[in-house]
T-cell receptor
């Protein structure tokens, strides 16, 4: 089983609909992230959370919200989806700073969202 | 401001050729970290390497090698004797404040196609 699990893996929805992408992890990491991937743009940070009580905006947070329900769960919501939110979304976790931390982010398998 | 540029959008080579993927970065910090990730056709993101700004030694791992040059703000990635399984999108990324978490700035990605 994957350490970082995203659901759904694929979703097609219509403009104006509310969508939630869920992320759960079994790595025990406090730090979690949501990124968005668009062709030719790489990955861009939407939101991040360093613990359950901590939520921070990333580079492109407009139109999105998040909820950190528990250490293991970090959800991304699109309150009213629009076509330019069509993208591949990745959740990631990170171990705490320390000697053994290589800086690697552990990514989920991605959630492909299409907004018609 | 931080920026990562991967000028090569697509590269196509024939198996066994050597190929270099370029990465140029911009940062004002003296302490920063550089990363390479691989995204195979299946879509997941695979961590390849992290380098910190104080370590300019080149790194070799099997057929993969990385050349970090602060003088030219570059962190290039070379695959020797490429194989079809190397076909993927490769991302270079930068983090300025490691202990503030994985707020990576990604390049646009280079799509490598290795033909048999």
């Amino acid at each position: 089983d994957a350490d970082v699990t995203q659901t759904p893996r694929n979703r097609i929805t219509k403009t104006g609909k509310r969508i939630m992408l869920e992320c759960s992890q079994t790595k025990g990491h406090d730090r979690m992230y949501w990124y968005r991937q668009d062709p030719g743009l790489g990955l861009r940070l939407i939101y991040y959370s360093f613990d359950v009580k901590d939520i921070n905006k990333g580079e492109i947070s407009d139109g999105y919200s998040v909820s950190r329900q528990a250490q293991a769960k970090f959800s991304l919501s699109l309150e009213s989806a629009i076509p330019n939110q069509t993208a591949l979304y990745f959740c990631a976790t990170e171990p705490p700073p320390g000697r053994s931390n290589t800086g690697e982010l552990f990514f989920g398998e991605g959630s492909r969202l299409t907004v018609l | 401001a931080q920026k990562v540029t991967q000028a090569q959008t697509e590269i196509s080579v024939v198996e066994k050729e050597d190929v270099t993927l370029d990465c140029v970065y911009e940062t004002r910090d003296t302490t920063y970290y550089l990363f390479w990730y691989k995204q195979p056709p299946s879509g997941e993101l695979v961590f390849l390497i992290r380098r910190n700004s104080f370590d300019e030694q080149n790194e070799i791992s099997g057929r993969y090698s990385w050349n970090f040059q602060k003088s030219t703000s570059s962190f290039n990635f070379t695959i020797t004797a490429s194989q079809v399984v190397d076909s993927a999108v490769y991302f270079c990324a930068l983090s300025e404040a490691f202990r503030q978490g994985g707020k990576l700035i990604f390049g646009q990605g280079t799509e490598l196609s290795v033909k048999p």
